[in-house]
């Protein structure tokens, strides 16, 4: 039973549009990470959010926490190609103990 | 390499044998993870190590799974009496003190 629901889970644009990624939870989490995963690869974090209401930015990828610390969201900027890939969510609730999320797929085409 | 290894990339086995994935962490990372991720899922916590004693290992579904760390380093998930329903990805990551994750590429686990 995945605690983290993301929306939406497939996404299909055009490379210079942008994107919004969304995920929420019931549960309170300490800290609420994001990863990208490609194919035949495993997930590489992107960020790590801890404080509620805080904003991150990651070039043309903006990370924001909830301020109740439930729910995240992921927005890119001007999509390109590589952005592709699976995003997936994963709140701590121990060290080294991560809840994820199902994911969202992202195609970005040229 | 410098990244987390996983060994076999692949593995196809029949239902009811056993199974054997192994995992070598970054070097001098202590804590190391494994996860499952089913065709779309998300990774799903297994078990995790401190050095070489597991220090939580809630994740792992029922006894026909175990994992050993002997030495503090390279790790192996064992699989007994495979079933139909093992067949995922099975990842491995390992960390330093900065608890930040590094995931190996797993082992795709296909029992037949």
Redesign the interface.
Known sequence: T?L?EQSPQFLSIQEGENLTVYCNSSSVFSSLQWYRQEP??????LV?VVTGGEVKKLKRLTFQFGDARKDSSLHITAAQPGDTGLY?C?GES??????????TQVVVTP | GAG?SQTPSNKVTEKGKYVELRCDPISGHT?L?W?RQSL??????LI?FQGTGA??DS?LPNDRFFAVRPEGSVSTLKIQRTERGDSAVY?C?S?SDT???F????SRLTVL
Not at chain 1, 40 to 45: D, I, Y
Not at chain 2, 40 to 45: A, M, S, T, W, Y
């Open positions: 995945q983290l035949g690869e495993g997930p590489v974090l790590t997936l994963a121990g060290w080294g103990k991560l809840q994820f999320g199902a994911g | 987390v804590a993870y996860y779309g899922q998300g990774p799903e916590f995790y220090a939580d994740g990842l990551a960390s608890g930040e994750l995931f190996g590429e797993g």
